[in-house]
């Protein structure tokens, strides 16, 4: 982390000379054409940057997920082609060292990003932090009625809009087609309890030992795995309009007694307890699993003969239980003491645009419903097309406060604890929401 | 005050007062980049600072203390950290000490053994993390493999995902990583040891094991101190291998007050009561030497003739 900060603030300065240089030996450089924004309504903000030379916008992503690094530079390459006058400096760091290096920088006072990517879960916190810039009347129209409703709730805190939407995922439940038909099933199961049905029905055939494998180590990832279970049982909100939380009731506490329940009947492998999504994937894509859920990125792999040993047998579907996964995208924030503002919005603007993202559409399903209806996009995949569609359309989210990681952290430990069978699941989340006065003043 | 100092600069006459005055500036950057940081944390550790909500900084005293000393979060993670270190620098040390008599023992191929005793030690932490983590994996593990095969264990189990197991792995990959150091100090301090003295003990009607314990072991006392005291730092402080392999679960069952303190700081971004954690943290492990000392020196005493 501390590495990528020196690089990034070398390439920083470096620019700044060259840029200085480059004004001084240069003398007033005409303006380019105006930046050309998708439609974008101009804010009231003007930006800061001198009338003549190239402004440079500073951006964190993040690498090895979503879109590569190769991806996101043609994508900031050909828009700096189409925007002479913006220079965009690109930073790449894991997601694991993303919030932390946001968090730092804006708020440890250097500040030098413009723009930054967000994970849905950051929104609120970062809002309520002054990191992210409201950027609702940044907004066009067309992203407003052209995009799925649920990833637009994603970038929302309090009905304003922190975040412009961009890279998009949720979970699916993957299946292995050979091990259903063996069993006797001709589709995925639409409800958990058919899941379990069909589970159990694999299990006493002999066809596998431990037909479901789940996302339950210690770690965000089993929140997010619980969400998308929870959906299945009618959870639509962790909290109440009152911001009170009802996760103790209802869909999510059934639930995780489904899931204790798979645990304890021998359908989840234990050694779930300890898997991320790579292991899921990696159980899925030996063939020793049945079923899992986790995201989108395994379905590519899965076709890998290096990475699959069952290729063309795992199936992809939305979520049991009515395709409610849980939403685990990415928006652009802008952040609030961005030296050049507008050009970071336009710079946004373009790379969530319907053409840049139906360009790069084998690393991430664009977020544009009407992308959905042209078969040319859709015949490389069209299993994962189609299970995307009624994903995206029902997709939900973790809770969305501005304590969301102390939460999570007792969320996660909570939720180890019903599965380990130490408390009963009421009892566990009935703990969390004991806490839930000192976790909001953290 | 200008008393103390003409005292002073009387006791420190001519080349003393030259080598103070030379030292003086290194010592005043070592200050400053270890006892500034520490003192600026102790302040820190007084206010309720939350990095994602700047400008509201109260003063809150003791009170991060009081409320860490009575949070059972805090206890179970101190537990944790205390079964691991007396558990990780224990074995190693007694696994070390083993190590190190053999290696000065006249062996063919002594060489080799020196040469090799290195490498688990040069391994970088997250390198051994993930190492571990593969062999303890719960379906492709080399650990089920091997205990499974030779009929020791009926299936496969969930060695990190079992809240009753997974401080036990973190343990043996520290001592795995870690003895090696323990094993190359006592070889050094071994090395020091007149070997007159082990053969007058020997002459005078002494078997091995009474040569090693009354000769050999109080003579390199000091280093096994040393020893005791670098595990013991080096396991209270254990975090990337804790990270890496189980991320303080199952349940919080690994979560050792160095990774509650990170996550503490680093992730909540509670920079007040991660100072204070930090505090705790230095208060622990001086504790824990001076119990080493003190032990150390009464069983000294004992030893005097």
Known sequence: ?442 | MSHALVSLRSRLQGERWVAVAMIAPATLVILAITVVPLLRAMWMSLFHIVLIRPGVEPFVGLGNYIAELTSPIFWGAMGRTFVLTVSSAGVSLALGLGLGVLMNQPLRGRWLLRSVIILPWALPGVVNAFMWQWIDHAQYGALNALLTQVHLLDTYQNWLGDPGTALWMIVIADIWKNTPLVALLVLAALQTVPKELADAAEVDGADALQVFRRVTLPLIMPMLLVALVLRTIDSIKLFNTIYVMTGGGPANATQTISLYAYKTAFQVFDFGKGATLGWLIAFVTVGFVIVYLLLIRGSARENRP
């Not at chain 1, 105006?34 to 804010?43: E, I, K, L, M, V």
């Not at chain 1, 220079?87 to 804006?106: G, M, N, P």
């Not at chain 1, 990517?117 to 309520?128: K, R, T």
Request: glycine share 10%.
């Open chain 1, 1 to 442: 982390m501390f590495g990528t900060v020196r690089v990034g603030r070398f390439a920083t300065v470096a620019l700044g000379i060259l840029f200085v240089l480059g004004a001084c030996s240069t003398g007033a450089s005409p303006s380019g054409a105006p930046p050309t924004p998708t439609g974008a309504q101009p804010t009231a903000a003007v930006s800061q940057s001198p009338a003549a030379g190239p402004v440079t916008i500073t951006a964190l992503f993040m690498t090895q997920a979503g879109y590569t690094d190769d991806e996101v530079k043609a994508m900031t390459d050909a828009f700096t082609a189409a925007n002479p006058s913006i220079k965009v400096d690109l930073q790449f760091v894991s997601y694991e060292a993303l919030h932390e290096k946001i968090v730092t920088d804006q708020l440890g006072g250097s500040g030098q990003y413009d723009i930054v990517l967000q994970d849905a879960i950051w929104g609120p916190e970062f809002a309520v932090a002054g990191i992210s810039a409201d950027v609702t009347d940044s907004i066009p129209a067309d992203m407003l009625s052209g995009v799925f409703g649920g990833v637009l709730v994603g970038t929302q805190y309090q009905g304003r809009y922190y975040g412009i939407p961009w890279l998009n995922d949720t979970q699916y439940l993957y299946y292995n087609k050979t091990m259903l038909q063996k069993a006797g099933f001709s589709a995925p199961p639409s409800t958990w309890d058919e899941m379990e049905q069909q589970a159990l029905a694999m299990k006493q055939k002999g066809i596998i030992d431990y037909p479901f494998v789940g996302q339950y180590k210690q770690g965000e990832a089993l929140v997010a795995n619980w969400t998308s279970t929870a959906g299945g049982f009618g959870m639509t909100d962790f909290v109440d309009a009152q911001g009170n939380p009802t996760f103790n009731t209802g869909g999510s506490l059934q639930a995780l007694e489904y899931m204790k329940k798979l645990l304890d009947e021998g359908v989840t492998n234990p050694a779930s307890t300890n898997y991320v999504s790579n292991d899921v994937k990696g159980a899925l894509l030996s063939g020793q699993a049945a079923f899992g859920i986790v995201w989108a990125y395994v379905y590519a792999d899965s076709l890998d003969p290096a990475k699959s040993k069952v290729v063309g047998e795992i199936g992809i579907a939305p979520m049991a239980g009515g395709g409610h996964a849980c939403n685990g995208g990415m928006s652009l924030a802008i952040t609030k003491n961005a030296k050049h503002r507008q050009e970071a919005i336009d710079y946004a603007l373009y790379l969530a645009s319907q053409p840049v993202e139906e360009k790069y559409v084998t690393a991430a399903l664009p977020m544009w419903k009407s992308s959905f209806e042209k078969p040319e996009l859709s015949a490389s995949a069209p299993e994962l097309w189609a299970a995307a569609e009624v994903a995206y359309q029902g997709m939900i989210n973790r809770p969305m406060v501005p304590f969301y990681t102390p939460l999570s952290n007792a969320l996660q430990v909570a939720l180890q604890e019903a599965l380990l069978g130490q408390k009963t699941p009421k009892a566990a989340l009935d703990g969390v929401v004991a806490q839930w006065g000192s976790l909001q003043s953290q």
